[in-house]
């Protein structure tokens, strides 16, 4: 069965870093994009960040410039470096990918389970 599984949220002070990984499991033949979204108390959920199957990288306004997506096509991959963390980063943070199965499959859409980053004053 094909899925995501996200690892390295946490807790850190506002000014610290964490680098949150995404890893697709199962049989799995191609990675296309890959994007980060996360969701607040209270709020909708929000797009973060999203690299192309080609490399291209673009981020919400809000983390520009303090975030960094990457993918290892090989290893089938992803990560999201996280640098300056203040208390408004606070969130549940889910991987999306567009995934396509071994064997006669078409891509889909996949989503992670979530992992809690919490940043404190």
């Known amino acids: 069965q094909v899925q995501l599984v996200e690892s390295g949220g946490g807790l850190v002070q506002a000014g610290e870093s964490l680098r949150l990984s995404c890893a697709a499991s199962?049989?799995?033949?191609?990675?296309?994009?890959m994007g980060w979204y996360r969701q607040a108390p209270g709020k909708q959920r929000e797009w973060v960040a999203l690299?192309?199957?080609?490399?291209?990288?673009n981020y919400g306004d809000s983390v520009k410039g303090r975030f960094t997506i990457s993918v290892d096509n090989a290893l089938k991959t992803g990560d999201l470096q996280m640098n300056g963390l203040n208390p408004e980063d606070t969130a549940v943070y889910y991987c999306?990918?567009?995934?396509?199965?071994?064997?006669?499959?078409?891509?889909?859409?996949?989503w992670g389970q979530g992992t809690q980053v919490t940043v404190s004053s």
């Open positions: 999306h990918a567009v995934l396509t199965p071994v064997g006669p499959e078409s891509p889909r859409n996949y």
């Open positions: 690299i192309t199957s080609g490399g291209s990288t």
């Open positions: 199962g049989s799995v033949f191609r990675l296309g994009a």
